[in-house]
């Protein structure tokens, strides 16, 4: 068995002071120009340079951190908005070009050459790539973009509806979509797009204008188009454009007949003429939905027993995170959407955000979130900032995965074995219907930024048209175009982290192929699922994907042979 110990101590600083915070740039400029101006004469000095770059990398990126995390926590919080706004506009565009001279002095130095190729080779790749992307002109209108990013979460973070006299999240308002009340479910879908509905020009505004910068980076730094652009910042060196659209086409062919299967049953389950968008989360009359939890406490504290059952280093991980104040999981108002777990390079326990309102999805954002979080543990030891910089598309099977390993124990949830199965069924629902999404969104982003100069009228024509070639046709959407043209507006990776989204995909291939290993012999499965995350990013996405035990394949073939495998899955299952 892997073993490893989530009691994670932060290095002492060596190179900057003990006590040094960021409050300006002209405290933090002197450790840049030292590294600059500081001669490199032998491995040892690289070494010792290459030690200090890296303390100085975490304690910039953990300050930058907390600055978004505490703003997403409170959204009308001013003070926290301006903190982080001075940040990317007066502290992020100075560092930039130093980073760059930093990078190109690491290149440049003959004894680079004499570093262990087999752990540097990916940092070394990732350097490279940033020397060729890096242009002065985008310094100023990178800081806009992450600024303007931001004001997503403030606007998503105002929309609340009221029920029942009560004032709700949009969050909090999605839990009575699982009312056996049908006439309840449809009120509250309405009123929450509705609600959404008020802010979608704001949005829409936003998206457009984002989408003129990010063009504008992409012709500044010599490509044709921000989705080129992107891939190359992103380090999508293992896969392209083609094997996205390879991806999509998997989904059409092998998922979305399982997809209707599911709303068929469904539709059938609650003996409905016509299955509509309010009734996909609802049980029949008479079956209470799935309460898990009542708090943010109680979804911890189970989520910890659930993960000392499956292997106590993952559940010690979340004690310590719960020691150290890393953790804001309930909805309230205020609070910007979804979820994440951020990882804090200088102390190294990250921190998960995200809005419990007590349904069964927030237990799988819970361990989705506690899947990112153990990556971080496991990945801290490693001896540099930059080799803790793994790819997304390995960071998200290591979420993902998590929602599988973990169903075996949700005894710690359920203490009805139908409640049980119900949970797991549901999941593996989840499982298999998000793809359909996953290609919608991916598909859109490329086809937004391939016509950067397209009217807000071209744009939700062609949102429309995506969204009816991954339709089932089983649920009913008529008399809600309305709300369908801007329902794009709810993803904020669109407008926080644009070309993240595939990679969702990607992992839950990589998931259930890490299933696939637990249910033949769960302890090697682990131990696969830990050496890989342990790698960080030190080497390139297919060898994390082998080292895990994994095919890094998005074609329809292993497409096809994953799904049969989730439905053969489902359907033993549900015969117990």
């Known amino acids: 068995m892997v073993t490893a110990s989530a009691d994670i101590h932060q290095k002492p600083r060596q190179f900057l002071p003990a006590d040094f915070?960021?409050?300006?740039?002209?405290?933090?400029?002197?450790?840049?120009?030292?590294?600059?101006?500081?001669?490199?004469?032998?491995?040892?000095?690289?070494?010792?340079?290459?030690?200090?770059?890296?303390?100085?990398?975490?304690?910039?990126?953990?300050?930058?951190?907390?600055?978004?995390?505490?703003?997403?926590?409170?959204?009308?919080?001013?003070?926290?908005?301006?903190?982080?706004?001075?940040?990317?506009?007066?502290?992020?565009?100075?560092?930039?070009?130093?980073?760059?001279?930093?990078?190109?002095?690491?290149?440049?130095?003959?004894?680079?050459?004499?570093?262990?190729?087999?752990?540097?080779?990916?940092?070394?790749r990732s350097v490279k790539k940033s020397i060729d992307l890096f242009r002065q002109e985008n310094i100023p209108l990178q800081a806009e973009l992450s600024v303007m990013a931001q004001q997503f979460g403030v606007i998503s973070g105002k929309m609340s509806v009221t029920i029942d006299g009560k004032e709700y999240t949009l969050q909090q308002a999605s839990k009575f979509l699982e009312s056996p009340d049908r006439q309840k479910r449809e009120e509250v879908y309405r009123k929450i797009q509705e609600r959404r509905h008020e802010d979608r020009e704001q949005l829409n505004d936003l998206y457009?204008?984002?989408?003129?910068?990010?063009?504008?980076?992409?012709?500044?730094?010599?490509?044709?188009?921000?989705?080129?652009?992107?891939?190359?910042?992103?380090?999508?060196?293992?896969?392209s454009k083609e094997d996205c659209f390879a991806f999509h086409e998997a989904v059409k062919q092998h998922v979305l007949p399982l997809v209707a299967e599911i709303y068929r049953k469904k539709k059938e389950k609650l003996g409905l003429d016509s299955l509509r968008p309010w009734d996909t989360e609802a049980e029949p009359a008479g079956v209470m939905p799935l309460r898990p939890f009542e708090t943010g406490n109680e979804l911890l504290e189970k989520t910890i027993g659930c993960f000392r059952e499956l292997r106590p280093f993952f559940a010690d991980c979340l004690v310590k995170m719960k020691k150290m104040g890393r953790l804001d999981l309930e909805s309230r108002k205020g609070k910007a959407p979804g979820g994440y777990n951020c990882p804090l390079a200088e102390t190294g326990a990250p921190f998960i955000f995200m809005n419990a309102a007590g349904q069964m999805h927030d237990v799988t954002t819970m361990v989705h979130e506690g899947g990112h979080a153990i990556h971080s543990f496991l990945a801290h030891p490693l001896a540099l900032s930059a080799f803790k910089e793994y790819p997304m598309e390995i960071a998200e099977v290591a979420s993902m995965s998590m929602e599988l390993f973990s169903m075996d124990y949700w005894h710690s949830f359920f203490n009805d074995e139908t409640e049980l199965i119900r949970a797991r069924e549901h999941q593996l629902e989840r499982v298999i219907t998000i793809f359909p999404w996953i290609a919608i969104i991916d598909k859109f982003q490329h086809w937004v930024y391939e016509?950067?100069?397209?009217?807000?009228?071209?744009?939700?024509?062609?949102?429309?048209?995506?969204?009816?070639?991954?339709?089932?046709?089983?649920?009913?959407?008529?008399?809600?175009?309305?709300?369908?043209?801007?329902?794009?507006?709810?993803?904020?990776?669109?407008?926080?982290?644009?070309?993240?989204?595939?990679?969702?995909?990607?992992?839950?291939?990589?998931?259930?192929?890490?299933?696939?290993?637990?249910?033949?012999?769960?302890?090697?499965?682990?131990?696969?699922?830990?050496?890989?995350?342990?790698?960080?990013?030190?080497?390139?996405?297919?060898?994390?994907?082998?080292?895990?035990?994994?095919?890094?394949?998005?074609?329809?073939?292993?497409?096809?042979?994953?799904m049969d495998f989730v439905e053969n899955q489902m359907s033993a299952m549900l015969k117990k």
């Not at 565009?93 to 003959?110: F, G, V, Y």
């Not at 699922?529 to 082998?546: I, M, N, V, W």
Request: net charge negative; charged share 25%; glycine share 4%.
């Open 451 to 562: 016509h950067p100069t397209h009217t807000a009228d071209e744009r939700t024509a062609r949102w429309m048209e995506i969204n009816d070639e991954f339709s089932t046709g089983v649920i009913d959407l008529s008399g809600l175009e309305a709300f369908r043209k801007y329902s794009w507006q709810r993803q904020l990776h669109l407008f926080e982290v644009p070309f993240y989204y595939i990679e969702y995909g990607i992992a839950q291939l990589g998931a259930i192929g890490m299933w696939m290993q637990f249910k033949q012999n769960k302890e090697q499965a682990l131990d696969n699922y830990s050496k890989a995350l342990a790698l960080g990013g030190t080497r390139t996405l297919p060898e994390l994907y082998r080292t895990a035990g994994l095919e890094f394949d998005l074609g329809p073939t292993r497409v096809k042979t994953l």
């Open 208 to 239: 457009s204008n984002l989408i003129a910068k990010r063009h504008q980076v992409a012709l500044n730094a010599g490509f044709a188009n921000y989705r080129d652009y992107k891939f190359a910042e992103m380090g999508r060196f293992d896969y």
């Open 21 to 124: 915070t960021i409050t300006n740039w002209e405290t933090l400029a002197p450790y840049f120009q030292n590294l600059l101006d500081r001669p490199i004469d032998s491995r040892a000095d690289l070494e010792k340079w290459l030690a200090d770059s890296s303390e100085l990398e975490a304690v910039v990126s953990e300050d930058a951190c907390w600055r978004q995390i505490r703003m997403t926590c409170d959204t009308e919080n001013k003070s926290l908005e301006e903190a982080f706004t001075f940040f990317v506009m007066e502290i992020q565009p100075k560092i930039q070009p130093l980073a760059d001279q930093l990078n190109r002095k690491l290149i440049e130095s003959p004894f680079t050459a004499t570093l262990d190729q087999k752990d540097f080779f990916t940092y070394l």
